[in-house]
C-alpha cells in the first residue's frame, strides 16, 4: 500500500502530518509556515496561510515534474535573401507558438514560480512528425497556415521549426507559494479552498481540481491543474446565488457549498467536460432552528456539523442525486468533520485529539453509490456471504443490534503511553469489519522542541489522502473499543424496464439504504439510478410505501414488480430484472424482509390471512386487519401489503383454523405445512413440483389451387400464434412461461381441445376468428390444430402433497371467529368432473387419508358457508345447470360464470333462491368470505386497457341492507390468478354504548321474577 499522510494544524497556525507509514505527528520542516486551512488529495496538500496566500505541497515521488514549453520559429522565403525571418504583414509573428496567433519569442517564456527550475538552454527539435529530420528541423509548407512537411519542394514558400526548453518543478515534499494571477486581476483574499475531483478522469488522482472561497463570499475554481501543471494556471469565478462561507469537493463529481445563512448550496452538473458544474441547488439546513456550521463531502457521502455541534448524515448522496434524500441524526458532538478516502470520516472534538471513523465497512455501509474500478462489484450474495449469517427459512436483513445510539469514533491519540498500549492490541482485533472502535494515533514528533505536555489543540484535519481501511497494517491504528452501526446499504446491478418510449431493457445500478433510528424503528429507501441523455438521473421508493413485490414474466428475464399504492393507482409498477434466478431471489428476501420489518410483520401468516396466487404460481399472502372489511374508514385495496410464501400453485384455498389446500397446474393437491404466527414449530420446507403445457396454434387458410396452405391473406393472423391470434408465437421461438421452468417434452399435436379435432388434430372455421369446431363443412376456409409441449418446475416450499388424484377446482368451508368446529369437509372437483370430499380435516391433520366419490360429473363448485354447495354440472347446451347440496343457509350467494351474478331470494326454506341478477362481466374469479366480503380477481381496470389481465379487486359496501354491494375498489394487479379471503373471519370491534348519565327519564318498575326467571309484567 503506498504511503499516505493525514494533515492537521493546531490554533497557532503549525502544520503537521502523520504518515501511514510513520508512528508520529511530524511538523513541517519550514517552522515559518503558519496556515489556517488545508486540505488534502492524493499526493498533494493545498493551504491556505495567514498571509491569504495559498500554498501547496506536493508528495515526494521518484518520477519528476517536468513541464515543456516550446515556441516555433517562422520564415518566408524571398529571392534576393531565400528563407527570412522578414514576413509579410498578413503573415504570423516570427516567434509563435503552434497555430501562429500568440507571439512568443525566446526571451519572454519565465518561470512561472520559484518552485521551477530551468534544466537546460533551447534547442532545436530534430524531430519532424516523430521521426529523426535532417533538414535541421525545419518544416515546408505553401504558406501559412498549410500542412507543413520535412520535405522542400520547388513551391515551398514557408517554413517553421519547433524549439523546446524543460523546466523542473523543484518543490516536492515542501510547502510552495502559489503565485498571484498576473495580469488577471487575483481572487480577493480567500477564507477556504478544497481539493476534489481526482476520481472524475480514468486515471485516478491524476486531475484534482480546486475550489477556493474568498471573505466576500465568492466561488472561484482553479484552471488548468494537471499532472505536469500542479500548481494550476489562474483562476476562475464561479457564480453562486448567495454569499458562501464554506464548501468541501469529494473525490468524485460531488461538491456542497455552506452559506452564510446556514443553508446549503449543491453544485449540479460536474463533469470532465464541465468541471465548473451547471447550476446550484439549495438545501435546508438539517436542524430546523439551528444553522449548519460545517460540511464535508466524500465520495458519496455528506456529514454536517451544525451550530450546536451535532453532526449529520446525508442519506442518498451519490452522482445521479448530488443533493440526497434525507438528513440522518449522528450521535456525538464535534466541531470540524473532513471526508477522506474510502468515504472514511475524521473529526475534530471539543478534546484536542482529532477522530478517525470506525472500520471501513462502516463507512462502506453509508455508501449508497460508489463504483471502483480497481475491485470488482460484488453481487448482493457475494455481499451476504461476506458479511452476513447463513439466513433462515425467512430470511431477514443482516442489521446488528446497536449498543447504543451514538455513532462510534476512532480516537487520535496524541499521548505515547497511550499509543504503545493501544498498539499492542492491535492484532487480534483489528480484524473486527462490522465494528467501530477507539483508534489511538502515535506521540507528536518531539524533535522540534515540543513535549507531550504542549501537545497542540487542532483546528482544521484533512484526510482526503489518507488511505485508511480494516486491513490496513498501520502502527499507530489500533481499536480500543467496539460499538455496533446504524445505517447499511446493500448495492448491485439490475435492468429495469423503461415505460415510457421507446419501452426496454436498461442496465441500472440499484442500492437498498437503511436506517436504525433512535427509537429502534428501521428506515429504508431503495434507489435506481440510471443514465438518460447523457444526464444522471435516479428513482427512489421508501420501502414503507411498497405494497407488494412480485415476480413477473417479462421477455425471458428473471424479472419482479415492485408496487406502491401511487404506482398501483397508476398502474404502473416498477420493474427490474437480475441477471441469475439467484440474484433475483436474493433481492427479493431482502427488499420483502425490510418490507416486513418496517410494517411490524414477523413469521409466517396468521390464520386470518387473505392467500392469493398469480399467473405465474407464485404465493402471496396479506395480513388482513379491522379496517379491511370496516364499514366505514375501509382501508383501500391499493394500500395493502402483500408478501410472498415459498411454494407454486394455480389455485390456493384457506379458512379461519389455518387450513390452506391449493393445488397446481398438473392438478397435483398440495396443503401448506408451514406453522401459522407466533408458533416455536419450525417450517416444514418439502420439494414440490408442477408441470404445465404450453401451446402455439398452427393456422391456414383454405386455397382453391393448392388447398389449405399457410399462405394466409394480409389481413389474417400469423400463420403460428397463440390462441388469441394477435401475437407471432412459433415453436421455435416460444419459451416456458419463466426461466424457472424447463422443458421436459417435444412438441406434439394435442387433440385434447374444446370443440373436438380431426384424426390430424385440426379445426375448422369460416373465417378468423370464428367458434372453431372438429369437423369440416363446405363453408370452411380456414383450420387450425394445436401443439403442446410440457414444461417441468422443481422448487422446495412449505407445502405437502396430497395424492393421487388430480384436481381442477377445490373448496374449503369457512368459519366465523366465534365457531367450535375443529374438523371440516374439503370439498374438489377432479380433472375429471367427479365431486370428490374429505372429511375430518383438522389444523393437526390437514392432509387426512379420507377421499371419497360423493356425486356425477361437474365442472366447476363453490362451497358456502354454513356447509352448503352449489355445482356446475356439464352440459352440452348452452345454459349451465346448477345443483344445491346440503341446503342450510340464509345468506346471500355469489356465483360466477365467467361474469359474477347474485342470486336472489334465498331463505333457509328456500334456499336454492329465486332468480340471477348480473352484477359484473369483468370478473375471472370470486372468494366470498365468512363476514359476507366479496372479492374478486377483475380481468382488467377501467381505464386501463394495456394492463395484463388479472387485478385483486374488493366489493364495497356488502352488508344486511345492501347484500350486492356499491361499488368495487381496485387493488394491485397485472398477471393475478386467483384470491381466497374465507381465512379472515375477525370482525372490526364495536365500540360499547357509553352509559347513561344520571335517572332515566322514564323509569320501568323492576321486573318480577319466578323460579329466577324474569316474567313479563
Known sequence: MPITLLWAVDVYGRVYGLST???????????LLELKRVTAGKDRCWGIGCDHHVYLNMMPSETPIRYREETYENQRWNPVDSFTDTLLPTDRWPWSDVTGMNPQPLHSFELPSRSWDWEGDWYVDQNCGGEPSQTGGWEYAVDFPANFSPDKKWNSCVRRRRWIRYRRYTAQGTWAKIPLDNPRKPPLP?????CGGWEMSDQSGRYPYLWGVSQQGEVWFREGIHPRVPEGSRWEEVEVPKEVAQLSAGPGDLLWALLWDGNLLVRTG??????TGTSWVEVESPGKEIEALHVAVGVSVVWVVTKDYKVWFRRGVNSHNPCGSGWISIGGEMMV?????NDQVKKISDAPKPFIPASDSFINSLVSDRDKTSTPQLSIAEVQQEEVEEPSPAPILPTPETAGHDVPWMNVDLEGAEAARCAQAAGPLLGEGSAAATYALGTLETSHGVGEEDGPVWTWISGGGCDVDASSQISWLSPTGIWTTSVWVRKGALRWWRDWKPQRWVDVAVALEQSTKSDGRKDSIFFVYYTQYDEKKYLHVFINEVTALVPVLRDCHYAFAVYTAQRTKQRWPLVLAAQTEKDMNDWLCLLSDCCCKCRGLTGPPSRQALWSTTSKGDIMVHEPSFSLEAPANTLACDLMFWRQVPGHLRCVESNSLGLVWGFGWDGTAWVYSGRYGQQPTPVQMHQQTDVRSVHVYENQRWNPMTGYTDKGL???????????????????????????????????VDY?????????????????????HGHKTMKDFVRRRRWTRKCKVTLRGPWQQVPPIRLSDISLMPCLAQSSMEQVPVWALSDKGDVLCRLGVSPKNPAVRNMFYCLGTYSCLLGGPLSFLWMKTVSSSKHHIFTLLEPDSSKPFILHI????????????????????LISNNVTKVSVGPLDQVWTIADGVPGFPAEISGAVCHRLGVG???PKGQSWDYGVGGGWEHISVRGNSVEAPRAPHPAPVGPPRSPLPPRPQVNGNAVGV
Request: hydrophobic share 30%; glycine share 10%.
Open 752 to 772: 385434447n381441445v374444446p370443440g373436438g379435432t380431426d384424426k390430424e388434430g385440426w379445426q375448422y372455421a369460416a373465417d378468423f376468428p370464428v367458434t372453431f
Open 337 to 341: 468533520v473532513d471526508v477522506g478516502l
Open 714 to 748: 394480409p389481413t389474417d393472423r400469423p400463420m403460428w400464434s397463440d390462441e388469441s391470434g394477435l401475437k407471432e408465437c412459433t415453436k421455435g421461438n416460444t419459451h416456458p412461461p419463466s426461466p424457472e421452468w424447463s422443458w421436459v417434452s417435444e412438441w406434439a
Open 21 to 31: 507509514a510513520g508512528q508520529c505527528w511530524e511538523r513541517a520542516d519550514d517552522m
Open 960 to 962: 344486511p341492507m345492501q
Open 190 to 194: 480567500l477564507c477556504d479552498i478544497s
Open 270 to 275: 460536474l463533469t470532465l467536460d464541465s468541471p
Open 898 to 917: 365467467g361474469n359474477l351474478w347474485y342470486r336472489q331470494g334465498l331463505t333457509p326454506s328456500y334456499p336454492q333462491g329465486s332468480a340471477w341478477e
